[in-house]
């Protein structure tokens, strides 16, 4: 009864729950939750409609600057065989996708900020939009780089970028990264800022079932996002990685299946919170559960990622143990896609860019 009271207060708007609420509802029993997942479906329905956009993944090279504790690209990792995709390969893949009819693509690689690369990214930013007379929408998930390089991004044609938080608790922070200046809490919300101020759609999000998360800390993360206005969200469960140093701790996250069930409560409430965003199913949800994805769509989730990086690179591309490879041959994957989604009582927009309407309703306030 309680429950519905407060899945009633976050549908009203402005949505006024607090952290205490949201906490409520992320450690209820799983009997209680039937309100909440279907409100949430309803709000999906009604304010983004019961559509799933696709964007191709183009996971550009795995060369990383940085060292995050969880992560298996980490610079440290010397297990992980590092590979760039060359300029050809980048535009066959983009022309790939706009002839699947994606509306939109994702360049995602490593973190780099030297001159060379910025210069590279901005001229391949160019030749995907003159191979694909300007069909494709573009997003970068790049990492942190300065002001002048957002924007110089922004100009080559980039209209959406990527870049989670992973955590909106400081402190937690700090435990999941080196304690060094390269990896600084201060610096991932000042480029947040930058990104929106450059005029992108921005996204983040967070990892959910991380060793010393409590689920105050996921409250919390949710008005984080709330209060940053967020406009596209990608969040997914934490999935340790034997070469990691966090993997010393994996005895601190939950089991799988809870954060796969948080994960889940994450997407419903945010969609109920935040009734306009883009919410991404994450390519982590199906490394615990087949039909992972397909969850997140029954949820509130609106977008998926295809996975359209070249197969002979996906192997090193390994974020986190039992990542999903796309199957060998991309029409039978796509077609498996489609299958799950219909499964969701969505269809695929085909065709269609899918910005994020709340970045519209950003702009006018
Ligand atoms: N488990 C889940 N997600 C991870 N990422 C990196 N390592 C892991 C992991 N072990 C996510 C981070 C990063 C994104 C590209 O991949 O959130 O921002």
Request: charged share 25%; net charge neutral; aromatic share 8%.
């Amino acid at each position: 009864m309680e429950f519905e009271l407060e899945v009633e207060k976050l549908a009203t708007t402005p949505c006024n729950i607090t952290a205490n609420e949201l906490e409520a509802l992320l450690t209820a029993d799983s009997n209680h939750l039937a309100p909440l997942f279907s409100t949430a479906a309803q709000i999906k329905t009604r304010f983004v409609g019961n559509k799933v956009y696709f964007r191709g993944l183009i996971e550009f090279s795995n060369r990383c600057a940085k060292d995050c504790l969880y992560c298996g690209i980490r610079c440290s990792n010397s297990k992980a065989g590092r590979y760039e995709l060359s300029d050809q390969e980048v535009i066959d893949t983009a022309r790939l996708a706009a002839d699947l009819n994606f509306g939109s693509i994702v360049i995602q690689a490593g973190e780099r900020t030297d001159k060379q690369y910025i210069r590279h990214i901005s001229s391949l930013l160019e030749q995907i939009h003159a191979a694909t007379n300007n069909t494709l929408g573009i997003t970068l998930s790049l990492g942190e780089q300065s002001e002048e390089t957002y924007r110089l991004w922004f100009e080559s044609g980039a209209t959406r970028y990527l870049l989670r938080i992973e955590t909106s608790n400081e402190q937690l922070y700090k435990k999941l990264h080196p304690n060094n200046a390269n990896h600084s809490f201060a610096t991932r919300l000042n480029c947040l800022e930058l990104l929106q101020k450059a005029g992108f759609q921005t996204g983040t999000g967070v990892m959910i079932g991380l060793p010393f998360q409590t689920e105050a800390d996921l409250a919390r993360d949710l008005l984080f996002m709330r209060d940053f206005d967020i406009d596209m969200v990608g969040m997914g469960p934490y999935i340790e990685h034997a070469d990691t140093p966090l993997y010393a701790h994996s005895h601190l996250s939950p089991p799988v299946q809870k954060r796969f069930d948080l994960t889940i409560r994450m997407i419903a409430l945010l969609r109920v919170m935040m009734k306009d965003v883009n919410i991404a199913s994450t390519t982590a949800l199906q490394a615990i559960r087949a039909d992972g994805r397909e969850a997140g769509l029954r949820v509130g989730a609106n977008v998926m990622m295809p996975n359209l990086t070249p197969l002979k690179y996906q192997e090193n591309y390994f974020l986190y143990q039992n990542k999903p490879r796309a199957n060998e041959h991309t029409l039978t994957y796509i077609r498996e896609l489609e299958a799950s989604i219909l499964r969701a009582g969505d269809v695929v927009a085909y065709g269609e860019k899918g910005n994020p309407l709340h970045f519209y309703s950003r702009e006018k306030k």
